[in-house]
């Protein structure tokens, strides 16, 4: 079956630092969504790409999808401690479901 | 738009017992996926229904798991026979088609 792997596992930054998380596909993808949970919650959506080597942008965050459809990463830049939280990949699979990948806990130390 | 609301919020109960738990989903979305989640891992994938056809199931799903949407709104998912194996959060999430989830906060599961 469909396969989502994301490195790294954990991130430890300071505050100000910029932070990358990369996700990857077993076969291709019809499109990713990325996820934010914080402690605590529930995940929340951030954005959807579709389109190979779409690139999207989101005030500190910037979100690609890469050209073969099987990969993608979220950067941000200049973290702050309201970034704090767990970011998931979900790869959409065409006619199925969403699969997740096991997720990048971020800490951001003041 | 109320959300996704799920019932209970938290349940605690005896391996062997059996436990059912429901999700509401936001009115206008046809499509309501359930997941499990264990601490520090991502949702796993249990089952999705595109109003009330039951789409696809995860293989990883014993039969001691099912889930119904018999009228294409709510969904119940019950499990038989409960062990602590099957403590965890369990999500459910509802969307248009090729659309974002959106997640309730979940029923925690505890198998004493």
């Known amino acids: 079956g469909q396969q989502v792997m994301q490195i790294p596992q954990y991130q430890h930054v300071q505050e100000g630092e910029d932070f990358t998380t990369y996700c990857n596909s077993s076969?291709?993808?019809?499109?990713i969504q990325w996820y934010k949970q914080r402690p605590g919650g529930h995940p929340v959506f951030l954005i959807q790409?579709?389109?190979?080597?779409e690139v999207k942008k989101q005030k500190r965050l910037t979100f690609q999808f890469g050209e073969a459809k099987k990969n993608s990463s979220l950067h941000i830049t200049a973290t702050q401690t309201t970034d704090v939280g767990t970011y998931f990949c979900?790869?959409?699979?065409?006619?199925?479901?969403?699969?997740f990948g096991p997720g990048t806990r971020l800490s951001v130390l003041p | 738009d109320t959300g996704v609301s799920q019932d209970p919020r938290h349940k605690i109960t005896k391996r062997g017992q059996n436990v059912t738990f429901r999700c509401d989903p936001i009115?206008?979305?046809?499509?309501l996926y359930w997941y499990r989640q264990t601490l520090g891992q991502g949702p796993e994938f249990l089952t999705y229904?595109?109003?009330?056809?039951?789409?696809?199931k995860s293989r990883l799903l014993s039969d001691r798991f099912s889930a119904e949407r018999p009228k294409g709104s709510f969904s119940t998912l019950e499990i038989q026979r409960t062990e602590q194996g099957d403590s965890a959060m369990y999500l459910c999430?509802?969307?248009?088609?090729?659309?974002?989830?959106?997640f309730g906060n979940g029923t925690r599961l505890t198998v004493t």
């Open positions: 999430a509802s969307s248009l088609i090729n659309s974002p989830l959106h």
């Open positions: 076969t291709t993808l019809s499109n």
């Open positions: 790409l579709v389109k190979s080597g």
């Open positions: 979900a790869g959409g699979y065409y006619g199925q479901n969403f699969v």
């Open positions: 009115s206008e979305h046809n499509r």
């Open positions: 229904f595109q109003n009330e056809a039951q789409l696809e």
